[in-house]
């Protein structure tokens, strides 16, 4: 549990630090990531919203659970990738959470950062 916070709090100070160097993307783009540790974050983001849609928890709660875990609050791009990738989860049908998680790290890695193909956004 005591790693769980730890790597809870690692997460939170490295999306804020992403979030206070950069500059959100147009309000049709999902944020982009802008290192291969975002992308990884993305992804851990994928498994637990996707977990949170497979059992059917309302969207609100999902929304408040994420925010507590990923600790988004006092960034705006760390808000609105996690609502990019809840939007996906809880419209997806197909692929499991890992394959969820996979796809949109490995397009996130080969893009320079663009999550928009897996999240269903297009500029």
Known sequence: MRQTAQRTRI?????????ALGTAAGASAAPRAESALECGIA?????????LAKEHIQRQKADTIMARIYDVAQSD???????????AA???????????????FSTCMKSGGDMDPVLGKKL
Do not use: C, N, T
């Open 11 to 19: 997460i939170a100070a490295i999306v804020a630090a992403a979030a």
């Open 77 to 87: 791009r760390g808000q609105e990738l996690m609502k990019e990738i809840l939007d």
């Open 43 to 51: 992804a851990d983001m994928a498994i637990v919203a996707h977990s």
């Open 90 to 104: 809880y419209v997806a049908k197909g692929p499991s959470g890992q394959q969820f998680a996979q796809e949109l």
